[in-house]
């Protein structure tokens, strides 16, 4: 944000950040997850109806008065 904004507020530093893990997944398999886990030697390849990976999101705000 512009210096002379956040001094208006009465704030010496304003900071406000996002950050995203396994936001998107691009593929054309029709099941939960496209990286299902091998388990066993007998099982890999297959999936087994696993829950999918977690989407992460993070926001923060850091103020400084």
Same mark, same amino acid.
């Given at each position: 944000?512009?210096k002379t904004l956040?001094?208006? &507020? *009465?704030l010496e530093k ?5 950050? +995203? ?9 029709? @099941? ?5 886990? &091998? *388990? ?8 087994? +109806? ?9 926001? @923060? ?5």
């Amino acid at each position: 944000m512009p210096k002379t904004l956040i001094n208006k &507020i *009465g704030l010496e530093k304003l900071r406000v950040y996002m950050s +995203g893990q396994n936001i998107f997944t691009f593929t054309k398999y029709t @099941g939960f997850d496209p990286e299902f886990g &091998i *388990g066993s030697a007998t099982s890999a390849g297959v999936d087994g +109806g696993t829950y999918p990976q977690s989407r992460i999101f993070l926001m @923060g705000v850091q103020v400084d008065i």
